[in-house]
């Protein structure tokens, strides 16, 4: 038995002892090659990681450039007290201011007692506006040119008028027009019309009778052959009397008249007028209706030709740039010519006084195009150019980028209007 068990020691059992010192050793060594090996991959992370956010950053800038200029225009201001004519139509030489009229009309009647009968034969009478709807030349007719309305009536003018050619009013092209009194070519009632429109049977055949037109500004009546019923003096001198009254309780105001966009109207340059007209009163033989008509006229300009005008007569060097006049309402106009007739007069004589202040338009897309694209230092090159640019100045965003961008919509153009 003893030969078969062996006795084991005690070395046998118990772990056996390592070199400790060298086992630590081989363990640092490893981890170090192990952390060498995975720091290459994490460098190149943090590397594509900047390059991503520095590419990031560039792309946020190319998309999100904006461009603002602040451009200061071109002013001036001058101190006058001078004596102008105007003339209702334009000249050959097209350096003359022109004036326009436009006209507010209330009416109101009173029927008056006949105190007898006469023979008459009147002819109807009318205001029309006349269009010129063809070319920007102006174009005269005669006196006694014909107007036709849609019935085959003939009426005429009895003086020559000149018909504005088309002109330009914000971007829009408009026909010209002029007001004219018309009469009916023969007496009747038949010509009598509330409203019409007409056209120029001279110009029939040609390319200008599809482009001149007119049509009633107030009613065409008169018109009559027969008896007329008349009313004595003393009657009908009351019956005036009573209608202005009750036509004086409308007071008018500027804001009454119609004044196109961008004309100037001068609380001076209004003028109210009345004019009396005798109707047949078809209720009864016995009386005479009398129709009273309040016209109040406005004497106006166009702003942008006025202020030209100005210009061309008080600012050295100027060389027909757009430009506009600001202070309107500061400036004194005075009616010099005593017989002027809102209806009828060609020219006027009025003085201006006070020291209008004259901007210089700038037109923004020109601008923007003229400047997409340039750099910082070459857009100075372009501004120069503009003689209606007193300066300008730029931000840009983000603030190191160095070029305008090329997309218009990127720039914006502020304007300060400073004197």
Known sequence: MSDIIKRKKLSDVLPRKTNKTSSSSDLRKELEYLSSKRSIPKIFLWFLLI?????????????????????????????????????????????????????NIISERREISSSGEEEVSEKAMGIITVYNNYDRQPQILIANTRFESPDGKIYRIREQITVPGMKVVDG?????????????????????????????????????????????????SGGFVGLKK??????????????????????????????????????????????????????????????GRKIMSGIVFNKDEFSSFLADRFIPNYQFEPL?????????????????????????????????????????????????????????????????????????LPPWIGTIPENTRKIRINIIEEL
């Open 172 to 220: 829009k092209e408009l026909p010209g027009s002029i007001d004219t009194k018309i009469f009916a070519e023969e007496p009747g009632e038949e010509y009598n019309k509330s409203t019409s429109s007409f056209t120029i049977p001279g110009f029939k055949g040609g390319p200008r009778y599809e482009k001149f037109s007119a049509e009633t500004k107030t009613p065409i």
């Open 230 to 291: 008349i009313v004595n003096d003393e009657d009908l001198e009351k019956a005036q009397k009573e209608i202005q009254e009750e036509l004086d309780k409308n007071i008018f105001k500027p804001a009454d008249l119609a004044i196109p966009p961008n004309f100037l109207l001068f609380p001076e340059g209004i003028f109210v007028s009345y004019e009396y007209l005798e109707l047949e009163d078809e209720a009864t033989s016995e009386k005479v209706v009398l129709e």
């Open 51 to 103: 390059v991503f956010i520095i590419f990031l950053i560039l792309a946020a800038s190319t998309a999100f450039t904006r461009v603002r200029l602040d451009v200061w225009p071109k002013t001036a201001i001058i101190n006058i007290d001078h004596t102008f004519e105007a003339v209702r139509e334009p000249t050959a030489n097209g350096q003359q201011l022109i004036f326009g009229i436009v006209e």
């Open 324 to 396: 506009k006049i600001i202070n309107w309402s500061e400036l004194k106009f005075t009616l010099e010519d005593e017989n002027f007739e809102p209806n009828k007069s060609t020219s006027l004589k009025f003085n201006l006084e006070g020291s209008p202040r004259f901007i210089w338009e700038i037109e923004k897309d020109k601008l923007k195009e003229d400047l997409s694209g340039l750099s910082k230092n070459q857009y100075q090159d372009i501004i120069s150019e503009y003689t209606s640019i007193s300066r300008v100045k730029p931000s840009f």
